[in-house]
């Protein structure tokens, strides 16, 4: 695992340059597994997620995999390598394309069914998947559409600009090393958890473990370092 988290380590340090410009509400395009084979670089991108072994990491209890946005590396680290020995050709569309199916992505692993601690968990290693896959792209903007799967640790790592739409749940920029992630749409109280640089941008509600608003975007434990957060236009850290 050593030598994962050293790969992970070599995500690309190019500084953002551009930021979202406003919110225009908008639905994603529809599309369809059949309609992959259209694209060779989609379909490349669907086989990568089929060829992880996302069960190898439902060994560890949740409360060592998700106590701590510490923890989240290890995760990330084996899913990070993975994709950079694929060495992938892929754009912010594939990426996009890919967010769309992300439902029909989880019908083909059920990584909704793999269970920590004997809870059943959605979404987990899905956004560290979709983070690494961004970490590793050439350009510097993406768009995800999250929809009915509420992810967790989307922008983890990130130097990149990321706009979501949809509610997401934990770890949303997790660690974050610059650029920005832009969130329409609702999340947990552990917003930028070890940040360091960069932007992160909540337009929606931000929950507590209770599912009541919170009185913090951030919690203490992990707490971000560096960077800003911003809720609903509000500068509520800067440091």
């Excluded at 439902?58 to 510490?70: K, Q, R």
């Excluded at 559409?145 to 749940?169: C, H, P, T, W």
């Excluded at 920029?173 to 941008?201: D, P």
Aim: with cysteine; proline share 4%.
């Amino acid at each position: 695992m050593n030598e994962r988290m050293g790969r992970a380590a070599e995500v690309s340090r190019t500084p953002a340059r551009r930021k979202f410009q406003g919110y225009k509400p908008e639905k994603p395009k529809v599309v369809r597994m059949q309609d992959v084979r259209e694209d060779r670089k989609l379909a490349a991108l669907v086989e990568a997620y089929k060829a992880i072994d996302f069960g190898t990491l439902s060994i560890m209890p949740v409360a060592e995999f998700l106590e701590s946005v510490e923890k989240l590396n290890e995760g990330y680290a084996a899913i990070f390598t993975d994709l950079w020995e694929m060495r992938l050709d892929y754009g912010p569309g594939q990426v996009e394309k890919l967010s769309v199916l992300a439902p029909e992505l989880q019908k083909i692993t059920r990584i909704d069914k793999i269970k920590w601690a004997g809870k059943t968990k959605e979404g987990e290693l899905l956004g560290l998947f979709f983070s690494a896959l961004i970490n590793l792209g050439g350009k510097e903007s993406y768009r995800l559409y999250a929809g009915e799967i509420q992810m967790d640790g989307l922008g983890y790592r990130s130097e990149k600009n990321i706009e979501i739409f949809g509610d997401v749940r934990h770890y949303l920029g997790a660690r974050l090393r610059g650029g920005s992630v832009v969130l329409q749409g609702n999340c947990r109280s552990t917003v930028g958890q070890g940040m360091t640089a960069g932007e992160i941008h909540v337009n929606g509600t931000v929950f507590d473990d209770k599912g009541k608003p919170a009185k913090s975007v951030y919690e203490r434990i992990s707490p971000p370092v560096g960077g800003k957060i911003f809720h609903n236009g509000k500068l509520v850290f800067d440091k």
